[in-house]
């Protein structure tokens, strides 16, 4: 970066893809940076700021002037800024949003009043809005003027007079229209909405079942305050599929890449604990058989043998019965029969396993009848585990439950006591004849 | 549906969005159905037909007249044809085949003619293109006649005299450029583009980092031969995550909720025959520790908490490791202080578990020598079972294998025998005093 390429490299800057602008970005250091803040105006430098993650947009806002700091946020959307602002200490927040154009600063000090995770936390108020009167001509005339800000404008929303939300028509629609035809005979009146206080994840099957680039957000009252955008979709289906993961195994919001050891440990710590207990209270049954495992200690040697089918089996039922849950085909008919055809599963996995154990365990161990104990167990704990790894999403969802939360964990608890106390059961009942 | 209210029932269902037509259609028996073919033209009952799952077209095509066929698949995208004839049998697909215009046939076994799964498998034919010379005003006049038929008129491609990939603008950079502006000074040359060949997953990646409507799908002589679009990619982006998520749990494909029980367990069991293998090793540990446990029985109580509490925590960790591997922040670098924190958050939960289980096990079995053992125990294996959950993904990968791939169940087995190992081996040394 010499000084007199400077203008040859501000152009071929410019010019890149503003993730490949960010990519170049975050690899320089501080001195780089500062020399690139001088080359490109606080403009231009607005797109690349918007793709940075939190923790970089803090740093960057550090080694700037008040001065570079108003270009940027008079340029980013509103929604954005709403989100990094948010992140902030107020007092830091107050002080950015005074740098910001007084008009701007209501709409993002509006913003900031909905909750995270909800339709109104995620919108953006700069959308494209028509009344049902306009001509074609006009409304593209317009567009010319109106679409440098706008957050889309792929869709058109058509308010009447009280800026309620009564048609939409894509971008495309407007395109092929004659010039001289006017909004209301080619916009759509089945228009799908969203209310402010929406759920985001809602609000991310929504789009997806539509095939929505933007979805509108209106008021109780169904007046037009905000669209929602298919990238910011993308990113949220993301992270709540990570969540219902991170739950699944019993560790939400413990596996964050960006937290200290001792952040996650507190996070992860209560169901570590939880689940020692339950381990515990599993071992409760081998203490019942004491007796039994005294007479035959070779009987110990299965233990984990029936813990890990029996929790496989169980997790894997569980996966497939939440997942019917999670989509439309959770009706109650289609569960019960996911249910059964668990079963039928679990039957057959049952007699596969028990085949190689009649096999395996006389070589092994050398006793048939030991074998047959442990083959007959497995068996009826296999065909039973998936019929739990079924029930209990469905019982902890009748609790109004999250059905994801830690299930995963909380099935193999229910499994192994089932597994152990069959496998001791019919052990204790045969012992004499091993 | 009365035959009188016939046009106001056509009338009102054209008006609805497609995916609400689609809901109504599905409740609809077999001679609903039929007066609902007789009311709308093939043309207009395509959309509806594009989002059907693939049984329910199949059913659909066997209700309907070869006309009737004709003209919902000379209407709907040729994408979708040919995702929908590649499920078909041959001889069924190219009997469709003949009932589509020639032109739209040719380019529908050219899509069939790319593997699925890959971007040529994905992608659509019917792109906007334009030269770098046209003007602005003349390309928005032809977008009137190309917007129809096209899948997305929001990206513009600018192709060279070799049909080459040049540049592109997006449809909002057209409507704010002046009317007499060419091409050339207002489009991108900065493209992202991707080949036939690439992986869809990776295709989904690079258009969720660029945030991009639609993505160039080019040959290796980088002339442009389809686009993908984002509401494609969204549903793949779902599809992946579930088949990670199974394959996880190591139960890849016999997850899907529309196979029978017997598919199922076909699937499933290699798995779980492979861990219940693995589960008997696992026994063999506690069968060569086998005189410790003679002599005190109570110490198999104990099995089902270290089992546990090593699987869980190994879960954990390699989630977090594997979820490092696969976003961006996979450098060597942030792994190894991944696992340095994971080894971290191991340390704490140790000596957290291991305070409880000294309060606990005095009270429920009266030994506090006891207690030091499985404290120890479970100390020293929730440390190290962090590490195990974090490195067994890096030597999968290593191994050129995907980290994804039953690590699942693979972590608990390794840290199963690491905690039994450790458990019994500090017993066994301090049995005396038992």
Redesign the interface.
């Known amino acids: 970066l010499k000084n007199r390429d400077k203008e040859q490299f501000r152009e071929l800057f410019l010019?890149?893809?503003r993730?490949?602008q960010m990519d170049i970005f975050i690899q320089l250091n501080q001195q780089l940076r500062s020399q690139l803040y001088s080359m490109v105006s606080g403009n231009e430098f607005a797109d690349v700021f918007e793709g940075l993650d939190l923790a970089k947009q803090k740093q960057v806002i550090q080694e700037l002037d008040e001065r570079y700091i108003a270009a940027i946020f008079n340029t980013i959307s509103t929604d954005e800024i709403a989100d990094f602002l948010a992140e902030l200490d107020p007092s830091e927040a107050n002080k950015i949003l005074n740098t910001i154009d007084n008009k701007r600063a209501i709409v993002i000090r509006e913003l900031l009043s909905y909750p995270i995770e909800t339709a109104g936390g995620i919108m953006a108020k700069e959308f494209v809005a028509v009344k049902a009167t306009d001509k074609v001509s006009e409304v593209?005339d317009n567009?010319?003027f109106s679409?440098?800000n706008a957050e889309t404008?792929?869709y058109l929303y058509v308010l009447d007079t009280e800026a309620c939300l009564v048609g939409v028509l894509s971008?495309?629609d407007l395109?092929?229209a004659p010039a001289f035809e006017t909004i209301e005979h080619i916009m759509?009146?089945?228009v799908?909405s969203v209310t402010t206080e929406m759920d985001q994840e809602d609000v991310a099957k929504i789009m997806?079942?539509?095939?929505f680039?933007a979805m509108p957000v209106v008021t109780k009252k169904n007046v037009l305050t905000g669209i929602i955008t298919?990238?910011d979709v993308?990113?949220i289906?993301?992270d709540e599929?990570?969540e219902d993961?991170?739950e699944f195994?019993?560790?939400k919001g413990?596996?964050d890449?960006n937290i200290?050891?001792?952040e996650?440990?507190k996070k992860?710590?209560p169901?570590?604990?939880l689940?020692?207990f339950?381990?515990?209270l599993?071992?409760?049954i081998?203490?019942f058989f004491?007796a039994a495992?005294?007479e035959v200690?070779?009987l110990?040697?299965?233990?984990?043998?029936?813990?890990?089918?029996a929790?496989?089996?169980g997790?894997?039922s569980l996966?497939?019965i939440v997942?019917?849950m999670a989509?439309g085909?959770s009706e109650k008919k289609?569960i019960w029969q996911?249910i059964k055809?668990?079963?039928?599963?679990g039957?057959?996995?049952g007699v596969?396993?028990a085949i190689?154990?009649l096999i395996?365990v006389p070589i092994?161990y050398g006793s048939f009848i030991l074998a047959l104990i442990v083959a007959a167990s497995?068996f009826i704990t296999?065909s039973f585990s998936t019929i739990f790894g079924g029930l209990v999403p469905i019982v902890i969802n009748k609790l109004k439950l999250d059905p994801a939360i830690a299930s995963?964990?909380f099935i193999?608890?229910v499994n192994?006591v089932l597994g152990?106390f069959v496998y001791f059961t019919i052990a204790s009942t045969f012992i004499s004849y091993l």
Chains 1, 2 share one sequence.
Not at 300 to 309: E, G, T
């Open positions: 010019d890149l893809h993730t490949n593209i567009l010319r679409a440098p404008i792929y971008l495309r395109i092929i759509s009146t089945d799908i997806q079942k539509y095939d680039l298919i990238d993308m990113d289906m993301e599929m990570s993961f991170d195994i019993g560790a413990g596996t890449l200290s050891s001792f996650a440990a992860r710590a169901w570590i604990v689940l020692a339950t381990g515990l599993t071992g409760g081998i203490d004491e495992l005294e200690v070779l110990a040697v299965f233990i984990p043998l029936i813990m890990d089918s929790g496989n089996a997790t894997q996966a497939v997942r019917a989509t085909s289609s996911t055809r668990e079963f039928g599963t039957l057959i996995l596969i396993v190689v154990l395996l092994v497995l296999l995963g964990p193999t608890t192994d152990l």
